[in-house]
């Protein structure tokens, strides 16, 4: 019996299955209930929400936040090996938890919230940053979830929340801080994990901005990855790579030509991004 629940201790679901975290999948089973629990804690009150979970595992993370109240919980699993301990877990909480086996990069979550939601997800290594990135690029924003509480290699947690000045600020935190605010809550040492990573993890949690500055995605992305390309450089050198004189882009945009990626601001690369914008319609 387990800390949360009396269904069997993660250690015991793993052998009856014949279970083993397979690198190819990015898998790395979380087995500390306490932790799982806290993951849980986290993202807030889970009553009202659909619960969406991409790579569940065994199904400590889902035991958890079933545990802690969440009435609708939906898990997306690629490993059909999971399935039968997910079903466990399902007859358990009657109900309550659905299952669906596929890739979480291809399944239409927006259609299966159907209301609000929070996403939740101890995600694989692997797509983990693809993901985040296509939830906080949807094309409706407000989005279709309230918030994401995810985990990550601490390297990237870093990289999402980082700020203009930050070693570890570029592209992924301009994306982020452009729509979202992201705090990392915690982190999780390599060895609460089964096999234990390499690195520390860390736990992000991540809520949308109501009032995003106006600014075209695309563009956005393409002044990013030109300054960042070279981010030694400064902008005046870096930006000759979107194919157009960047001394008028930089002085619409208000910026220094002498300035380099890492000093500027989030408000700085939506300036520099609606002027390439107004440079091809002008």
């Known amino acids: 019996m387990s800390a949360i629940d009396d269904l069997p201790p993660l250690s015991e679901v793993v052998r009856e299955h014949g279970l083993s975290a397979q690198k ?11 932790l799982t629990a806290k993951i849980a804690r986290t993202a807030g009150t889970l009553a009202g929400h659909t619960i969406i979970e991409v790579g569940p595992g065994p199904g400590g993370l889902t035991r958890a936040i079933l545990a802690a ?12 090996r999971c399935l039968p301990a997910l079903e466990q877990i399902s007859a358990h909480y009657p109900g309550r938890l659905e299952i669906i086996e596929g ?8 259609a299966i919230a159907s209301g609000p939601a929070r996403i939740i997800a101890n995600l694989p290594y692997n797509v983990g940053t693809q993901l985040l990135v296509s939830w906080i690029t949807t094309e409706t924003w407000p989005p279709f979830w309230s918030s994401l509480t ?7 947690a870093e990289r999402i929340v980082a700020r203009p000045g930050e070693d570890a600020y570029g592209r992924l935190g301009v994306l982020a801080g452009w729509r979202t605010r992201s705090t990392i809550m915690f982190d999780i040492s390599p060895k609460a994990f089964m096999p ?9 949690h991540i809520v949308p901005r109501e009032n995003v500055l106006p600014c075209r995605l695309a563009s956005l992305e393409a002044v990013t990855a030109a300054a960042f390309g070279q981010r030694r450089k400064m902008l005046r050198q870096s930006l000759k790579s979107l194919g ?14 002498t300035a380099r990626a890492e000093t500027i601001s989030i408000e700085g690369f939506v300036a520099l991004a609606n002027a390439l914008d107004n440079s091809a319609t002008g």
């Open 24 to 34: 190819s999948l990015g898998q790395n089973f979380l087995f500390d209930l306490n």
């Open 69 to 80: 109240g969440a009435e609708r919980v939906v898990v997306i699993e690629r490993d059909r």
């Open 103 to 110: 890739d979480a990069l291809k399944v239409d979550m927006a």
């Open 150 to 156: 995810l985990m990550f290699q601490k390297e990237v």
């Open 196 to 204: 234990p990573p390499k690195v520390t993890s860390s736990v992000v």
């Open 244 to 257: 157009r004189d960047p001394g008028p882009l930089l002085e619409q945009a208000g910026l220094e030509p």
